[in-house]
């Protein structure tokens, strides 16, 4: 598909690439935002799909809000916009398939959030990130609160907020936000292999691990292992399972049908 900001790059083996073309900076305006949430809504319903890469045209991934835009904006006008942009977001995390955020340049602000949105994030050695809303007065909207601090935990989440600072990949990475720092260079080469090693296994498993792990992780231990019971036994009953025992028995590679 085509859109007038984003493109969707769909490949045989079940990973997807999700391009921000909005130049200069992938700025999260009405059209961008509008652009990504429609994109998102086709691949909720993909079934094909068994892991996403969110990567950036040009230098940047997103810099955050377009600040041209929003100082246009009534509060009423901004009173609507950022619950949608926290609907894209939460899109995002609510894939039923692994995601991966390709983090050129800059991701600040809502950028940021877009990131934090994703499983996982690898990052070009290049790449500066921070939620900077505090610097202007506001706070971050999209999920950045909830989301860095149960990513990286309360203090790193504090300090992030509260500073409003950009922090260096280096920075990022010890903090715990970044899953992998990779010459900018060959970012989108190192994402792209990550998203085809998880595209590789088990797509049923991979789904239902996901729904495992996210539906389980604030319960108390027992509800958690319930739920981890459920998914696996979602699992049972699966094509993917008996290929991965034959395959082990034939000595070669498993053939997944994600059935």
Known sequence: MSARAVRLEVHADGVRVLTMDKPPVNALGRALVEDLGTALEGLRDDAAARCLVLRSAGKHFCA???????????????????????GVCNAIAGLPFPTI?????????????????????????????????????????????????????????????????????????????????????????????LARTIAGNGPVAVRLAKRAIEAGWDLPM??????EWSC?????????????LRAFAEKRPPRFEGR
Not at 65 to 83: I, Q
Request: aromatic share 4%.
């Open 101 to 193: 955020a390709a983090v050129a340049g800059t991701a600040a602000g809502g950028g940021c959030e877009l990131a934090l949105a994703c499983d996982l994030r690898v990052l070009g050695d290049d790449a500066r990130v921070g939620l900077r809303e505090t610097a202007l007065a506001i706070l971050p909207g999209a999920g950045g609160t909830q989301r860095l601090a149960r990513i990286a935990g309360l203090a790193v989440a504090k300090r992030w907020i509260f500073t409003a600072a950009l922090h260096d990949a280096g920075q990022v990475r010890a903090d715990g936000v970044a899953d992998a720092v990779v010459p900018a260079g060959r970012l989108d080469e190192e994402a792209v292999l």
């Open 64 to 86: 955050g809000a377009d600040l041209k835009e929003r100082t246009g904006m009534s509060l009423d006008e901004v009173r609507a916009f950022v619950p949608r942009l926290a």
């Open 232 to 244: 696996y036994q979602g699992v049972l009953p699966t094509f993917d399972r008996e290929e991965a």
């Open 222 to 227: 027992n509800e958690a292992l319930a739920i």
